[in-house]
């Protein structure tokens, strides 16, 4: 849509997006979505290769969630969950997660987004450590290239320039190596040496920052927003034992990988993963109600109830958190991907899936393609030899996204990455017709730069 054809799409105020090009092009603005498909107010329609962003991994109209969101509006529409008063499908969501989660028992807090779920998290820490009377104990490593999303707390965790435009990251969150072996890999070095050498240097890092001030450690188990990058072989085996020798919480940033995304339930289990804390959001609900959760395991939440009845409360919370609606929506969501035969099908897909991948590395300007069950990019080099990137990775970026929107594919370029996210119920013929509209993007976009 052109800016001249409708004014009123500029009283949006838009993140995430290229100004310019928005300037220019105006939104695409979406009306309805079939399966994988979405289709715009023209009613022309787009392969979704992003499930949104990452989450509608049921597709956008699954009449089953649909049908569980309009009883439980009828039933119960809304309430909170504050002074111990929330609702019946609340609790019924608590015990559910904690008996598929990873630990054997457990504690639950429920936020609106991902975002939410970490600074809560790092609440949870410091509150503890404070009650511990260890207060100085209270900075937060994550990683270089990590997301884990844009409340202060979690945007300071990320490790991403863009922080940098509001004076991030704050005091006390501290960036360790990010573990992309093909990008950061010494020349002769092997990966699992890579593993080692990523080690050794945040061992080094927790002594200088001395490890009795630091709170906590946050991971995704693949950096997803950072462009889907998979850990390094043995990345977490070298990682875990330091974390542990210095007495360090291990918090999961699961919001991507958790419930499929990795061919896994989760993808802790994928990894071979001990954490502490879970986070949970994306596929939490299919994408159909903003939720996340903090999933404790036992030890933490046994002493984490001690510290809050020593405060007389835990002074936190969202008025939506543990919405009855977003909560039975959640119920169906997890019914739907573990017995509706969506993880079934990731796991049946996605080596087909990551096969087609592959194809792309026979292009010139193409450096590497990585993934792992239904997540994937293409990393978009200038010099294949030299892993040197485009000047602009915005720009092009840009181009890719621009020209797959023109080929009714959307794509999302992440820095120099194309990332593919499809949603769990994707076909293997849905497969080829995603990247064959893929190849012909990049075709013409390498053709003309």
């Given at each position: 849509m052109n800016k001249n054809q409708n004014n009123s799409i500029f009283s949006h105020l838009y993140g995430f997006t290229d100004m310019k090009t928005l300037n220019e092009k105006g939104p695409i603005i979406l009306n309805q979505g079939k399966g994988i498909y979405v289709f715009d107010i023209y009613n022309k329609k787009y392969l979704d290769a992003n499930s949104g962003l990452w989450n509608s991994v049921a597709g956008f109209d699954h009449p089953g969630l649909v049908e569980t969101a309009?009883?439980?509006?009828?039933?119960?529409?809304?309430?909170?969950?504050?002074?111990?008063?929330?609702?019946?499908?609340?609790?019924?969501?608590?015990?559910?997660?904690?008996?598929?989660?990873?630990?054997?028992?457990?504690?639950?807090?429920?936020?609106?987004?991902?975002?939410?779920?970490?600074?809560?998290?790092?609440?949870?820490?410091?509150?503890?450590?404070?009650?511990?009377?260890?207060?100085?104990?209270?900075?937060?490593?994550?990683?270089?290239?990590?997301?884990?999303?844009?409340?202060?707390?979690?945007?300071?965790?990320?490790?991403?320039?863009?922080?940098?435009?509001?004076?991030?990251?704050?005091?006390?969150?501290?960036h360790a190596d990010c573990p992309h072996y093909w990008k950061f890999g010494l020349k002769e070095e092997k990966e699992e040496d890579f593993s080692k050498r990523m080690g050794k240097n945040l061992e080094e890092l927790i002594i200088k920052e001395t490890p009795e001030t630091i709170a906590g450690f946050f991971a995704e188990p693949v950096q997803g927003a950072g462009g889907v990058i998979p850990p390094s072989k043995g990345y977490f085996d070298v990682i875990q034992p330091i974390l542990k020798k210095y007495k360090i919480p291990f918090v999961a940033d699961e919001v991507i990988t958790g419930l499929g995304r990795t061919g896994n339930l989760w993808g802790t289990e994928t990894f071979n993963l001990k954490p502490d804390i879970i986070i949970s959001s994306k596929a939490l609900t299919a994408g159909f109600f903003p939720m996340a959760a903090v999933i404790l395991n036992q030890d933490i939440a046994d002493e984490f109830i001690k510290v809050s009845e020593q405060a007389e409360e835990f002074p936190h919370g969202f008025t939506g958190g543990g919405h009855p609606v977003g909560c039975a929506i959640a119920l169906k969501a997890i019914d739907v991907i573990m017995n509706e035969g969506l993880l079934d099908n990731v796991k049946e897909v996605s080596p087909y899936f990551l096969k087609r991948l592959k194809e792309f590395e026979s292009y010139e300007h193409i450096g590497e393609t990585r993934g792992i069950g239904l997540m994937a990019a293409l990393e978009m080099v200038k010099n294949k030899e030299l892993k040197t990137p485009f000047d602009s990775h915005l720009s092009m970026g840009d181009k890719v996204a621009n020209e797959s929107i023109n080929n009714g594919l959307i794509c999302r370029p992440l820095g120099p990455a194309i990332v593919l996210c499809p949603q769990f119920i994707i076909t293997k013929k849905e497969i080829d017709l995603m990247f064959d509209m893929l190849h012909d993007t990049l075709k013409k976009i390498f053709k003309k730069n």
């Open positions: 309009r009883k439980q509006y009828k039933k119960f529409g809304g309430y909170h969950s504050f002074f111990g008063r929330l609702s019946e499908e609340t609790l019924k969501l608590s015990e559910k997660i904690i008996s598929i989660s990873p630990f054997k028992s457990g504690k639950v807090f429920f936020t609106n987004s991902g975002s939410e779920a970490n600074d809560t998290a790092i609440k949870i820490l410091w509150m503890l450590n404070n009650r511990r009377g260890k207060p100085n104990k209270r900075k937060i490593i994550t990683r270089i290239n990590a997301y884990h999303g844009v409340t202060l707390g979690a945007s300071s965790m990320t490790g991403k320039p863009y922080i940098k435009e509001f004076g991030m990251p704050l005091n006390e969150f501290i």
